[in-house]
């Protein structure tokens, strides 16, 4: 084997030249016009709380709507049948029943609105709406949860009991009847035969047989009857229990939706009227652009301003207002050459003791007896 197999020449055999481009930028231009970048770019995009959260707030106010309804049909039954037994009449029970549940359906509804209102906007709360809303709470849950109990128990369907299955007894026990009269007639001067009586004896003897079995077996489907009813009612008892339960959960569940609610009108308006306030005072800070120095930042003056106010201190003026530009001035002072950053534009002197020793000089005479 020749070395030059095992090491070929690198100028016959040239290394491949390096990518110094994205291979996938097209791939990526292509990404931008398909539906699923669409959607990822506006599920990732910021939005304000009202639109972001807009879906659940629809399906908070539909859920609630069907709390409404439930408590309101549970609570009908124990309604409609307490007025029933009062005015005996079913269409004025009907019509009370619909009223007054929708009655207090609504006055629950906006009072808790109110209550939970005040609370989020004035972190406040009236105590006579608070034992209103509880009060319309407590009455809605108690009639909605017996009236689940009382829906269950009058609307449930009784079970299926077979009766004891004795036809065949009985059609055998009537056959021995006719047998047994067949065989009384039978008679010889008003006295039964000998043989008469030996079949009429064993005809009885069958038929006492068969009536026990019959006893038996009526108490077996009675037995297996008391079985049920009593299972019926264990399971009714259940039912009625775990309806009663989802509704005091749905009565629950109905103050979080309607709480909900209003949370997401105070919060949806609130950021409304901060967007607001900072448009209003971005326009106040560009209309006073032309009477602030270039650089001057009004908002955060202003908020120094107020600090410093309280403080029980106050801003620079004069020469030092100048200095609010991030430029830096520096001159040379004309009677002592030192470095000074200078205040304003006529500035020439590092400090007053300069510019009146200065002036002597010039002057030759004290500035005191000018």
Known sequence: MSIFSIFPNPEADPSPTLETTNPHSQRHKEFD?????????????????????????????????????????????????????????????????????????????ETAAKLFHGWLQF????????????????????????????????????????????????????????????????????????????????????????????????????????????????EMEINSGAFALFTLISEISLILCLFYMQYYDFRSYSEYAMAKKGESATGRGTERNDRTPPGYDYGANANARNGTERAGTHNKIGFEYGKRTNETKERTCTHCGAPYVYGHARQRFCSDQCRITNWKQLNGKDVTHF
């Open 33 to 109: 016009n398909t539906r699923l970048f669409k959607r990822l770019a506006d599920k990732h995009t910021p939005k304000p709380y009202w639109k972001a959260y807009r879906g659940i707030h629809n399906a908070v106010s539909g859920v609630s709507l069907l709390f409404n309804a439930l408590s309101a049909l549970t609570a009908s039954a124990l309604v409609y049948f307490f007025i029933l037994g009062l005015t005996s009449s079913p269409l004025a029970a009907g019509v009370l029943t619909i009223t007054l549940l929708g009655a207090l359906e609504y006055m629950k509804r």
């Open 123 to 234: 972190k406040t709360a009236a105590p006579g709406m608070i034992a209103a809303v509880l009060s319309l709470s407590a009455i809605s849950t108690a009639a909605s949860y017996f009236g689940a109990e009382a829906t269950v128990k009058n609307f449930t369907a009784p079970p299926e009991i077979a009766a004891a299955d004795i036809a065949d007894i009985e059609g055998r026990m009537a056959q021995i009847d006719e047998q047994i009269s067949s065989a009384q007639k039978n008679q010889w001067r008003g006295v039964l035969t000998p043989r008469a009586q030996k079949t009429v004896e064993l005809l009885t003897a069958e038929r006492g047989r068969l009536q026990e079995e019959a006893l038996r077996r009526q108490e077996r489907a009675d037995t297996q009857a008391d079985e049920i009813m009593t299972e019926h009612a264990s």
